[in-house]
Protein backbone atom coordinates (compact mmCIF):
# COMPACT_ATOMS: atom_id res chain seq x y z
CA UNK A 1 0.00 0.00 0.00
CA UNK A 2 3.06 2.46 0.86
CA UNK A 3 4.70 1.50 -2.68
CA UNK A 4 1.27 2.59 -4.15
CA UNK A 5 1.09 5.81 -3.05
CA UNK A 6 4.49 6.38 -3.48
CA UNK A 7 3.72 6.13 -7.13
CA UNK A 8 1.14 7.76 -7.07
CA UNK A 9 2.65 10.98 -5.90
CA UNK A 10 4.23 12.07 -8.57
CA UNK A 11 1.41 12.31 -10.91
CA UNK A 12 -0.54 14.25 -7.61
CA UNK A 13 1.89 16.80 -7.61
CA UNK A 14 2.25 17.61 -11.47
CA UNK A 15 -1.59 17.78 -11.00
CA UNK A 16 -2.83 21.37 -11.49
CA UNK A 17 -6.67 22.23 -12.52
CA UNK A 18 -6.08 25.90 -12.86
CA UNK A 19 -3.81 25.75 -15.87
CA UNK A 20 -6.43 25.91 -19.40
CA UNK A 21 -5.52 23.70 -22.13
CA UNK A 22 -5.77 24.75 -25.54
CA UNK A 23 -6.65 21.66 -28.17
CA UNK A 24 -5.58 22.50 -31.53
CA UNK A 25 -8.30 19.88 -32.84
CA UNK A 26 -10.95 22.28 -30.51
CA UNK A 27 -10.24 24.78 -33.16
CA UNK A 28 -10.52 23.16 -36.49
CA UNK A 29 -7.05 21.27 -36.99
CA UNK A 30 -7.20 18.01 -38.72
CA UNK A 31 -4.96 15.42 -38.52
CA UNK A 32 -5.07 14.75 -41.55
CA UNK A 33 -1.52 15.93 -42.99
CA UNK A 34 -3.45 17.42 -46.05
CA UNK A 35 -6.04 20.52 -44.29
CA UNK A 36 -3.76 23.60 -43.08
CA UNK A 37 -3.87 23.99 -39.38
CA UNK A 38 -2.16 27.00 -39.38
CA UNK A 39 -5.23 28.88 -38.22
CA UNK A 40 -6.08 26.82 -35.68
CA UNK A 41 -2.48 26.95 -34.09
CA UNK A 42 -2.35 30.66 -33.85
CA UNK A 43 -5.90 30.98 -32.40
CA UNK A 44 -4.98 28.15 -29.72
CA UNK A 45 -1.68 30.16 -29.27
CA UNK A 46 -4.07 33.65 -28.80
CA UNK A 47 -6.31 31.87 -26.35
CA UNK A 48 -3.71 30.69 -24.32
CA UNK A 49 -1.37 34.23 -24.52
CA UNK A 50 -4.23 36.47 -23.82
CA UNK A 51 -4.46 33.74 -20.07
CA UNK A 52 -3.32 35.14 -17.37
CA UNK A 53 -2.94 31.68 -15.88
CA UNK A 54 -0.46 29.28 -16.95
CA UNK A 55 -1.63 27.81 -20.16
CA UNK A 56 -0.98 24.16 -22.29
CA UNK A 57 -1.41 24.36 -26.16
CA UNK A 58 -2.01 20.70 -26.77
CA UNK A 59 -1.14 18.96 -30.16
CA UNK A 60 -2.33 15.29 -30.33
CA UNK A 61 -0.99 12.46 -32.23
CA UNK A 62 -1.26 12.71 -35.53
CA UNK A 63 0.14 14.80 -39.12
CA UNK A 64 -0.65 18.48 -38.52
CA UNK A 65 0.21 20.40 -41.97
CA UNK A 66 0.73 23.86 -40.97
CA UNK A 67 1.71 26.49 -43.62
CA UNK A 68 2.90 29.11 -41.64
CA UNK A 69 2.47 29.98 -37.57
CA UNK A 70 3.73 33.25 -36.48
CA UNK A 71 3.17 33.31 -32.24
CA UNK A 72 3.31 36.94 -31.04
CA UNK A 73 3.68 38.25 -27.32
CA UNK A 74 4.20 39.63 -25.43
CA UNK A 75 1.61 37.66 -23.61
CA UNK A 76 -0.79 38.20 -20.60
CA UNK A 77 1.13 34.96 -19.56
CA UNK A 78 4.15 34.05 -18.65
CA UNK A 79 3.93 30.36 -18.19
CA UNK A 80 2.73 28.58 -21.75
CA UNK A 81 3.57 25.34 -22.74
CA UNK A 82 2.99 24.06 -26.38
CA UNK A 83 3.02 19.83 -25.43
CA UNK A 84 3.61 18.18 -29.09
CA UNK A 85 2.45 14.83 -29.31
CA UNK A 86 2.14 14.78 -33.09
CA UNK A 87 3.72 16.23 -35.79
CA UNK A 88 3.89 19.19 -37.85
CA UNK A 89 4.72 19.04 -40.98
CA UNK A 90 5.21 22.16 -44.06
CA UNK A 91 4.27 22.25 -47.24
CA UNK A 92 6.56 20.38 -49.73
CA UNK A 93 5.94 22.95 -52.34
CA UNK A 94 9.23 25.72 -51.80
CA UNK A 95 7.84 28.27 -54.53
CA UNK A 96 6.10 30.26 -52.36
CA UNK A 97 7.17 28.86 -48.74
CA UNK A 98 10.55 29.07 -49.47
CA UNK A 99 10.47 32.93 -49.67
CA UNK A 100 9.18 33.54 -46.22
CA UNK A 101 12.18 33.08 -44.71
CA UNK A 102 10.39 31.47 -41.37
CA UNK A 103 7.92 28.86 -40.65
CA UNK A 104 6.99 28.79 -37.30
CA UNK A 105 7.92 31.85 -35.20
CA UNK A 106 7.93 32.42 -31.47
CA UNK A 107 8.45 36.82 -31.26
CA UNK A 108 8.41 38.21 -27.88
CA UNK A 109 7.40 35.97 -25.99
CA UNK A 110 8.52 34.89 -22.26
CA UNK A 111 8.43 31.62 -20.13
CA UNK A 112 7.50 29.45 -23.16
CA UNK A 113 8.29 25.80 -22.98
CA UNK A 114 8.05 23.40 -25.93
CA UNK A 115 7.98 19.49 -25.26
CA UNK A 116 8.06 16.36 -27.55
CA UNK A 117 7.09 15.87 -30.89
CA UNK A 118 8.08 16.39 -34.17
CA UNK A 119 8.80 19.23 -36.99
CA UNK A 120 9.49 17.98 -40.66
CA UNK A 121 10.12 21.02 -43.07
CA UNK A 122 9.50 18.97 -46.15
CA UNK A 123 12.94 20.44 -47.18
CA UNK A 124 13.86 18.05 -50.44
CA UNK A 125 12.03 19.47 -53.16
CA UNK A 126 14.58 23.26 -52.41
CA UNK A 127 17.41 20.36 -51.79
CA UNK A 128 16.49 19.20 -55.55
CA UNK A 129 16.06 22.37 -56.57
CA UNK A 130 19.30 23.92 -55.39
CA UNK A 131 21.54 20.87 -56.89
CA UNK A 132 20.17 21.51 -60.03
CA UNK A 133 21.31 25.24 -59.90
CA UNK A 134 17.71 26.89 -60.83
CA UNK A 135 16.73 29.68 -59.38
CA UNK A 136 15.53 29.23 -56.25
CA UNK A 137 14.89 30.78 -53.16
CA UNK A 138 16.55 30.67 -49.51
CA UNK A 139 13.96 28.29 -47.96
CA UNK A 140 12.33 28.61 -44.78
CA UNK A 141 14.06 28.01 -41.26
CA UNK A 142 11.98 25.68 -39.65
CA UNK A 143 11.81 26.89 -36.07
CA UNK A 144 12.82 30.52 -34.76
CA UNK A 145 12.62 32.37 -31.50
CA UNK A 146 13.43 35.70 -31.53
CA UNK A 147 13.07 38.78 -29.32
CA UNK A 148 12.19 35.92 -25.98
CA UNK A 149 13.42 35.39 -22.42
CA UNK A 150 13.18 32.21 -20.24
CA UNK A 151 12.90 29.89 -23.26
CA UNK A 152 12.96 25.26 -22.84
CA UNK A 153 12.59 23.50 -26.09
CA UNK A 154 12.72 20.07 -24.47
CA UNK A 155 12.49 16.49 -26.67
CA UNK A 156 12.07 18.07 -29.65
CA UNK A 157 12.87 16.42 -32.92
CA UNK A 158 13.32 18.85 -36.21
CA UNK A 159 13.41 16.91 -39.69
CA UNK A 160 14.77 18.16 -43.06
CA UNK A 161 14.02 21.81 -42.74
CA UNK A 162 14.65 23.64 -45.47
CA UNK A 163 17.08 26.12 -44.25
CA UNK A 164 18.19 26.07 -40.55
CA UNK A 165 16.78 24.07 -37.39
CA UNK A 166 16.73 25.97 -35.22
CA UNK A 167 17.70 29.64 -34.34
CA UNK A 168 17.77 31.45 -31.37
CA UNK A 169 17.58 34.95 -32.08
CA UNK A 170 17.77 37.95 -29.71
CA UNK A 171 17.09 35.80 -26.45
CA UNK A 172 17.96 35.50 -23.19
CA UNK A 173 17.76 32.53 -21.04
CA UNK A 174 17.51 29.66 -23.52
CA UNK A 175 17.83 25.86 -22.93
CA UNK A 176 17.58 23.26 -25.64
CA UNK A 177 17.47 19.58 -24.04
CA UNK A 178 17.25 16.26 -25.35
CA UNK A 179 16.92 17.71 -29.06
CA UNK A 180 17.06 15.81 -32.03
CA UNK A 181 18.03 16.99 -35.55
CA UNK A 182 18.34 15.13 -38.82
CA UNK A 183 18.83 16.26 -42.22
CA UNK A 184 20.85 14.60 -45.23
CA UNK A 185 24.51 15.26 -45.17
CA UNK A 186 24.09 16.84 -48.62
CA UNK A 187 21.41 19.56 -47.75
CA UNK A 188 22.34 23.00 -48.08
CA UNK A 189 22.40 25.51 -45.33
CA UNK A 190 20.38 23.17 -43.54
CA UNK A 191 22.48 24.51 -40.01
CA UNK A 192 20.97 22.49 -37.05
CA UNK A 193 21.22 25.27 -34.02
CA UNK A 194 21.57 28.40 -35.11
CA UNK A 195 22.38 31.21 -31.79
CA UNK A 196 23.17 34.88 -32.12
CA UNK A 197 22.49 38.21 -30.42
CA UNK A 198 21.30 35.83 -27.27
CA UNK A 199 22.84 35.06 -24.04
CA UNK A 200 22.60 32.89 -21.18
CA UNK A 201 21.83 29.77 -23.85
CA UNK A 202 22.57 26.11 -22.59
CA UNK A 203 22.20 23.07 -25.38
CA UNK A 204 22.51 20.13 -23.63
CA UNK A 205 21.98 16.30 -24.54
CA UNK A 206 21.33 16.76 -28.45
CA UNK A 207 21.71 14.33 -31.65
CA UNK A 208 22.12 16.32 -35.01
CA UNK A 209 22.79 14.83 -38.37
CA UNK A 210 22.63 17.70 -41.09
CA UNK A 211 24.85 19.31 -44.09
CA UNK A 212 25.50 22.19 -42.83
CA UNK A 213 26.90 23.26 -39.18
CA UNK A 214 25.50 21.02 -36.19
CA UNK A 215 25.87 24.04 -34.11
CA UNK A 216 26.56 27.82 -35.69
CA UNK A 217 27.44 30.94 -33.07
CA UNK A 218 26.38 34.33 -34.66
CA UNK A 219 27.41 37.83 -33.85
CA UNK A 220 26.54 38.93 -30.36
CA UNK A 221 26.22 35.41 -28.51
CA UNK A 222 27.78 35.73 -24.43
CA UNK A 223 27.61 32.81 -21.92
CA UNK A 224 26.69 29.95 -24.48
CA UNK A 225 26.80 26.31 -23.22
CA UNK A 226 27.33 23.45 -24.74
CA UNK A 227 26.95 19.90 -23.63
CA UNK A 228 26.65 16.51 -24.74
CA UNK A 229 26.38 17.09 -28.39
CA UNK A 230 27.19 14.63 -31.33
CA UNK A 231 27.14 15.65 -34.51
CA UNK A 232 27.70 13.68 -38.17
CA UNK A 233 26.86 14.03 -40.56
CA UNK A 234 27.52 17.87 -40.59
CA UNK A 235 30.31 20.95 -40.70
CA UNK A 236 30.78 20.40 -37.09
CA UNK A 237 30.38 23.19 -34.21
CA UNK A 238 31.47 26.64 -35.90
CA UNK A 239 32.18 30.05 -33.88
CA UNK A 240 31.35 32.33 -37.33
CA UNK A 241 31.55 33.14 -39.60
CA UNK A 242 32.23 36.32 -38.21
CA UNK A 243 33.26 39.68 -39.49
CA UNK A 244 31.08 40.33 -42.63
CA UNK A 245 30.14 43.63 -41.62
CA UNK A 246 32.41 45.97 -39.94
CA UNK A 247 30.23 46.90 -37.04
CA UNK A 248 29.73 43.84 -35.67
CA UNK A 249 29.16 41.93 -31.89
CA UNK A 250 31.86 40.01 -30.41
CA UNK A 251 30.94 36.56 -29.14
CA UNK A 252 32.35 35.61 -25.72
CA UNK A 253 32.41 33.27 -23.06
CA UNK A 254 31.84 29.81 -24.55
CA UNK A 255 32.09 26.36 -23.56
CA UNK A 256 32.09 23.35 -25.69
CA UNK A 257 32.15 20.21 -23.64
CA UNK A 258 31.56 16.33 -23.97
CA UNK A 259 30.57 16.42 -27.85
CA UNK A 260 31.04 13.68 -30.49
CA UNK A 261 31.97 14.33 -34.21
CA UNK A 262 31.75 11.37 -36.83
CA UNK A 263 32.56 11.84 -40.47
CA UNK A 264 32.37 15.48 -39.96
CA UNK A 265 33.99 18.67 -42.35
CA UNK A 266 35.37 20.34 -39.40
CA UNK A 267 35.20 19.68 -35.77
CA UNK A 268 35.65 22.75 -33.35
CA UNK A 269 35.93 25.77 -35.68
CA UNK A 270 36.48 29.33 -35.51
CA UNK A 271 35.55 31.28 -38.78
CA UNK A 272 35.82 34.66 -39.74
CA UNK A 273 35.33 36.82 -43.30
CA UNK A 274 39.18 38.38 -44.78
CA UNK A 275 38.13 41.91 -44.30
CA UNK A 276 37.95 44.91 -41.90
CA UNK A 277 35.77 44.57 -38.64
CA UNK A 278 35.73 45.55 -34.84
CA UNK A 279 34.19 42.08 -34.21
CA UNK A 280 35.83 39.31 -31.58
CA UNK A 281 35.94 35.86 -29.79
CA UNK A 282 37.07 35.62 -26.83
CA UNK A 283 36.77 33.18 -23.54
CA UNK A 284 35.96 30.27 -25.33
CA UNK A 285 37.09 26.91 -23.60
CA UNK A 286 36.64 23.35 -26.06
CA UNK A 287 37.04 20.07 -23.69
CA UNK A 288 36.48 16.64 -23.53
CA UNK A 289 36.01 15.68 -27.52
CA UNK A 290 36.11 12.81 -29.38
CA UNK A 291 36.95 12.58 -33.26
CA UNK A 292 36.23 9.81 -35.90
CA UNK A 293 37.76 10.40 -38.91
CA UNK A 294 37.04 14.22 -39.14
CA UNK A 295 38.33 16.77 -41.64
CA UNK A 296 39.61 19.34 -39.53
CA UNK A 297 39.12 18.08 -36.02
CA UNK A 298 40.55 21.95 -34.64
CA UNK A 299 40.72 24.84 -37.12
CA UNK A 300 41.07 28.13 -36.72
CA UNK A 301 40.20 30.09 -40.63
CA UNK A 302 40.76 34.10 -40.76
CA UNK A 303 40.77 33.98 -44.76
CA UNK A 304 36.58 32.82 -45.11
CA UNK A 305 36.04 34.63 -48.71
CA UNK A 306 33.15 32.57 -50.51
CA UNK A 307 33.40 33.06 -54.25
CA UNK A 308 36.10 35.13 -53.82
CA UNK A 309 34.49 38.45 -53.46
CA UNK A 310 34.51 41.28 -51.75
CA UNK A 311 37.25 40.03 -49.45
CA UNK A 312 40.58 39.05 -51.00
CA UNK A 313 43.69 39.92 -50.30
CA UNK A 314 42.63 41.57 -47.03
CA UNK A 315 43.18 40.88 -43.14
CA UNK A 316 40.13 39.81 -41.07
CA UNK A 317 39.91 42.32 -38.26
CA UNK A 318 38.28 39.65 -36.06
CA UNK A 319 40.46 39.35 -32.73
CA UNK A 320 40.65 36.03 -31.52
CA UNK A 321 41.98 35.59 -27.23
CA UNK A 322 41.81 33.02 -25.05
CA UNK A 323 40.67 30.01 -26.86
CA UNK A 324 41.73 26.97 -25.19
CA UNK A 325 41.73 23.11 -26.35
CA UNK A 326 41.54 20.38 -23.32
CA UNK A 327 41.18 16.75 -23.92
CA UNK A 328 40.52 16.45 -27.49
CA UNK A 329 41.57 12.98 -29.06
CA UNK A 330 40.51 10.80 -32.12
CA UNK A 331 41.00 10.77 -35.61
CA UNK A 332 41.39 12.69 -38.71
CA UNK A 333 40.80 12.13 -41.86
CA UNK A 334 43.17 14.59 -43.10
CA UNK A 335 47.04 14.93 -42.45
CA UNK A 336 46.69 18.61 -41.10
CA UNK A 337 44.47 17.64 -38.12
CA UNK A 338 44.69 21.01 -36.25
CA UNK A 339 45.61 24.68 -37.96
CA UNK A 340 45.09 27.78 -36.95
CA UNK A 341 45.17 30.33 -39.52
CA UNK A 342 44.93 33.41 -38.20
CA UNK A 343 45.25 37.23 -39.28
CA UNK A 344 48.43 38.61 -39.78
CA UNK A 345 46.84 42.57 -38.80
CA UNK A 346 45.21 41.00 -35.50
CA UNK A 347 47.26 37.38 -34.59
CA UNK A 348 45.04 34.72 -32.71
CA UNK A 349 46.35 35.05 -29.02
CA UNK A 350 45.99 33.22 -26.03
CA UNK A 351 45.76 30.07 -27.60
CA UNK A 352 46.27 27.05 -25.20
CA UNK A 353 46.54 23.51 -25.84
CA UNK A 354 46.61 20.22 -23.58
CA UNK A 355 46.16 16.70 -23.77
CA UNK A 356 45.34 16.07 -27.38
CA UNK A 357 45.78 13.33 -29.40
CA UNK A 358 44.54 13.10 -33.44
CA UNK A 359 45.77 10.50 -35.55
CA UNK A 360 46.18 10.26 -38.89
CA UNK A 361 45.80 6.98 -41.11
CA UNK A 362 46.99 5.31 -37.46
CA UNK A 363 49.88 7.99 -37.19
CA UNK A 364 50.48 11.15 -35.28
CA UNK A 365 49.05 13.88 -37.46
CA UNK A 366 50.41 17.61 -38.19
CA UNK A 367 49.41 20.84 -37.40
CA UNK A 368 50.18 24.11 -39.17
CA UNK A 369 50.10 27.66 -37.58
CA UNK A 370 50.15 31.35 -39.25
CA UNK A 371 49.77 34.11 -36.81
CA UNK A 372 48.81 31.78 -33.78
CA UNK A 373 50.60 32.98 -30.36
CA UNK A 374 49.67 30.33 -27.40
CA UNK A 375 51.03 27.72 -25.16
CA UNK A 376 50.69 23.56 -25.06
CA UNK A 377 50.85 21.71 -21.72
CA UNK A 378 50.67 17.87 -21.06
CA UNK A 379 50.83 15.72 -24.66
CA UNK A 380 49.77 17.23 -27.47
CA UNK A 381 49.91 15.41 -30.99
CA UNK A 382 50.25 16.38 -33.32
CA UNK A 383 53.19 18.36 -31.89
CA UNK A 384 52.16 22.41 -31.15
CA UNK A 385 53.11 24.56 -33.63
CA UNK A 386 52.27 27.82 -31.66
Given amino acids: MALFILLLLPL ?8 ATFDITSFGAKS ?15 AACSSSSPSTIYIPTGTFLVSQARLLGPCKSNKITVQIDGTLISRS ?17 EGVSVYGGSIDGSGGSLWACKANGHNCPDGATSLTFSNSNDILISGLTSV ?18 GVKISAPGNSPNTDGIHVQMSTDVTVRGASIKTGDDCISVGPGTANLWIEQVSCGPGHGISIGSLGKEYQEKGVRNVTVRTTMFVGTENGLRIKTWGRPSDSFVKGVAFEHSIMQNV ?8 NYC ?36 CSSSNPCSGIELQD ?29 CL
Fill in 295 to 302: QHPIIIDQ
Fill in 93 to 109: DYSEFGRKGDWIVFDHV
Fill in 12 to 19: FLHFNPTV
Fill in 306 to 341: PDERGCPDQNSGVKISQVSYNDIQGSSATEIAMSFT
Fill in 160 to 177: NSELYHIVIDGCQGVTLQ
Fill in 32 to 46: NGQSDSAQPLIQAWE
Fill in 356 to 384: VKLTYEGKIAASSCKNAIGTASGLVQPPS
